[in-house]
Antibody, heavy 122, light 105 residues
Framework: EVQLVESGGGLVQPGRSLKLSCAAS????????MAWVRQTPTKGLEWVAS????????YYRDSVKGRFTISRDNAKNTQYLQMDSLRSEDTATYYC???????????????WGQGVMVTVSS | EIVLTQSPTTMAASPGEKVTITCHAS?????MHWYQQKPGASPKPWIY???TLASGVPDRFSGSGSGTSYSLTINNVEAEDAATYYC????????FGAGTKLELK
């Protein structure tokens, strides 16, 4: 059974840092691209970042570029999201998601974790 | 950025009715993917590559479309289908629609 378990969320002051982890099991982690998606009541679902199977290629939405870093450790079956210079608008539930090929050069999120809450507030 | 506009935003249907949710993309996309989310739960893949049902999805669901116009249809809607449905496209930056909340009468 595929499982994605996020951890590391919490309350943090603006400008500070937080690191999320996502422990994967039930599949060959190194064979899949991975991603982080966040959700808020006002903005809905937003893709945040993605990483290739080996970690050599990373992609970010503009609003987090230069502040967030996605990474993975295939030996530990874990992906990470290092979030620096946090802003109030980063407050959201963050989901770890697995990428699956969904068509020519097209992917979708086929497994999601339970989500972890990040609150940025003073 | 490709903006996905879903309609309606909310809708109510009676069991047995046919329901159609549409997703309009601001630019042409090759495929559309759909997710179902119930309160307090994570999104679940529901339809991928425009028309392929994810594992375990009842065959009363179907997806279609091309270019900028896509839809998710439920034939003979059932109480368990009450949820919010989101469309998603894979052109950087990858985006989701705002969701369609389906309620059962």
């Amino acid at each position: 059974e595929v499982q994605l378990v996020e951890s590391g969320g919490g309350l943090v002051q603006p400008g500070r840092s937080l690191k999320l982890s996502c422990a994967a099991s039930g599949f060959t982690f190194s064979n899949y691209g991975m991603a982080w998606v966040r959700q808020t009541p006002t903005k809905g679902l937003e893709w945040v970042a993605s990483i290739s199977t080996g970690g050599g290629n990373t992609y970010y939405r503009d609003s987090v570029k230069g502040r967030f870093t996605i990474s993975r450790d295939n030996a530990k079956n874990t992906q990470y999201l290092q979030m620096d210079s946090l802003r109030s608008e980063d407050t959201a539930t963050y989901y770890c998601a697995r990428l699956r090929y969904g068509g020519y050069r097209d992917y979708y999120f086929d497994y999601w974790g339970q989500g972890v809450m990040v609150t940025v507030s003073s | 950025e490709i903006v996905l506009t879903q309609s309606p935003t909310t809708m109510a249907a009676s069991p047995g009715e046919k329901v159609t949710i549409t997703c309009h993309a601001s630019s042409s996309v090759s495929y559309m993917h759909w997710y179902q989310q119930k309160p307090g739960a994570s999104p679940k893949p529901w339809i991928y590559a425009t028309s392929t049902l994810a594992s375990g999805v009842p065959d009363r669901f179907s997806g279609s479309g091309s270019g900028t116009s896509y839809s998710l249809t439920i034939n003979n809607v059932e109480a368990e289908d009450a949820a919010t449905y989101y469309c998603q496209q894979w052109n950087y930056p990858y985006t989701f629609g705002a969701g369609t909340k389906l309620e059962l009468k």
